[in-house]
């Protein structure tokens, strides 16, 4: 009897060690808390006051909480609390080994880019994906399949329609980036060699990521005249495909069509009727940024670089090429000089020119500023190894029309900058502050919380990224937290490499990144895989 009571009063000392093992770490449950924010949560609904706690890399609880309970408190009073935004068209593929802090993007308060737009992407997707766990990203990344990069892998610079045996080997280089992680095909139909492609060769390649879950792309053929047609063909391309089609930066880059929306939402809602996905994206400017290689006709680089030397060595292609070069960047229909609207972002071998116009460009030159004259400099500077440029040719009122859509999400479009390095366009460091400030705050085209929905919620939604773009309990921990009043892009044309003011937190995957509008060099962001990576792979 005496010899239970000592069992049973040393089992009650165990249990309570253990209950009080317990309550010390019931003592803090939190990793932090983010306290008396405005939380807009993502999905459109106007905000309300809470406090959000986090644990390891999840949202874990919402409400009243008690501070004391978190190892880290965050004061938000007064601060906008939102899902960390989504961009879902950038290029981010090509600097993100270099610069794995991605500043340019975190201090936008973005959490999560896709990148392998416009048709390109690092081949093969395995080696970056792996090379990018080995040093680490401060944000997330996911990655797009190009079709350019596919094709010139398989074909080079040819012109015709692919062989059976050159399509079956596009498809199984398709596959194998499918099953390395990417989220689907992105198509870049103005550049080389995608524009040599067929609607039927898009179709049938597009098939190699449907059953994955892939989705479909498109820097599509034509922004201008020929809109409506561009945007049925990538329709169809998801629709034969029972795939979702995000159209790429989506604009009425020629001043014949500006006004005219209905060449974009007629064919846009038709199709949702029908039951496609289609979806568009946008960059918050009027100026579009591209090489200058997409100013000539496609014939002129068929069979690679020599070749396009040796035809602007035949006085009548070179004409043939100038005129082209004419009709489709220099000439009007409103009475522009268009000749202002064109600036050089970035020139290897030229880098006088850099933040200049054209106009500009032939007075340094000495020349006189005529169209033929610029006709000619466009292909001078492409002879001596191209220049990406940033080309003014969208209408305010489009831009503000075609943001309001529901199916339209916020991009930058842009890629990883190192900071001071030529005059790039300032989507590049502005996008995201500017929707809110310009859009939002100044202008009143968009309610701040629809505007967030677009640039959280809905790109999430779209590439199926489980456990973001929403504020809930037991979603990734991606916050991004401003200063409603404040949150303004400082970015312009002229001088580009300037962050935003007025961002206070972003946090990726529960760690800080960002803290009072600096980046704290920390690198918790993860590669978002697609449902397609195999598990031998990961
Ligand atoms: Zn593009």
New binding site residues.
Partial sequence: MKKLGITVFFLALVGLAIFGLQCSSREMPYDLIIKGGHVINGAGNPWFKADIAIKGDKIVAIGRLDESLAKKVINAEGLMVTPGFIDV?THCDRGISRIPTADNYLLQGVTTVVGG???GHPFPLAELFKKLEETGISLNFACLIGHNTIRRQVMGYKMEAPTPEEMAEMKRLIDQEMKAGAVGFST?L??LPGIYSTTEELVELASAVAPYGGIYAS?IRDQGDKITEAIEEAITVGERNGIPVLI??IKLAKDSVWGELERITRPVEAARRRGVEVFLDQYPYTATS?GFTSSFPSWAFEGGRDKFKERLADPTQYQKIKDFIIARRLTSARGRDKLETIYIAYCKKFPQYEGKNLKQILQLKGQKPTIEAAADLIIDIEKNGGAQGVFFQMDEKDVEALMRLPYLMHAS?GGIQQRGRGVPHPRNYGTFPRVIARYVREKHILRLEEAIRKMTSLPAQMYRLTGRGLIAVGMYADLTIFDPEKFEDKATFAQPHQYSQGLEYVIVNGTVVVEHNRHTGKKPGRILYGPGKTKEES
Avoid: E, K
Wanted: charged share 10%.
């Fill in positions: 068209h737009n416009c048709g870049g103005a550049y820097h790429s930066h591209s479009d």
